[in-house]
């Protein structure tokens, strides 16, 4: 999909397309990554077609969202989803039980730092449920990482257009 495209889509849509490519990324569906259109929004925002506030509203609200629904699927049905994991790829059972003792033991700055880092960031919300972590601290640490780096994409697109688009593709 090229930029052209997505550009269309957004004046087609509006900023309901910015949420839903970047629920799509934090739910880790296939969609468009959000590496791609978080730099694209910060560009739109830069050039006035969306203010850069709302921008960054959507895109932590869209990451929350799918950290809350993988969250619960955790909370609520993780031990199934590992068991069907683990029987596909049993070799990964010790990498996941070190996640999740690592949360247990670090809590809220687990989740935190889990969210800055590429791929762990969508991934740590399922153990997080399974080790049962309050949800309110769940949140706030979740809220305080997406911000993080949702901020570093968006405001790329920003503050260096059109040449951030070419750095993060």
């Known amino acids: 999909m090229t930029i052209q495209e997505l550009t269309r889509y957004f004046l087609q849509y509006g900023a309901f ?4 490519i970047v629920l799509l ?7 468009f990554p959000a590496g791609v259109i978080m730099p ?9 077609a969306i203010s850069f506030p ?3 509203v959507l ?4 990451g929350l969202t799918g ?3 993988l969250y619960l699927l955790g909370r609520f049905g993780g031990n199934k989803v590992l068991g069907f994991y683990f029987k596909k790829f049993p070799k990964h059972k010790p990498v996941i039980e070190e996640k999740m003792s690592y949360l247990r033991e670090k809590g809220c700055i687990g989740v935190f730092v889990s969210k800055l880092l590429p791929m762990v960031r969508t991934l740590i919300s399922i153990p997080a449920g399974m080790v049962k972590m309050d949800f309110a601290k769940y ?3 979740s809220v305080c990482g997406i911000f993080l780096w949702n901020l570093t994409f968006v405001g790329a ?4 257009g059109d040449a951030a688009i070419n750095f993060f593709t």
Do not use: C, H, K, Q
């Open 40 to 48: 694209l929004a910060g560009i739109w925002a830069d050039r006035g």
């Open 139 to 141: 949140t706030v640490s």
């Open 67 to 69: 950290s809350w629904a």
């Open 17 to 20: 397309f910015i949420y839903l």
């Open 25 to 31: 990324e934090y739910l880790n569906l296939p969609g």
């Open 157 to 160: 697109g920003y503050f260096f």
């Open 54 to 56: 709302v921008v960054m």
């Open 59 to 62: 895109t932590v609200a869209a």
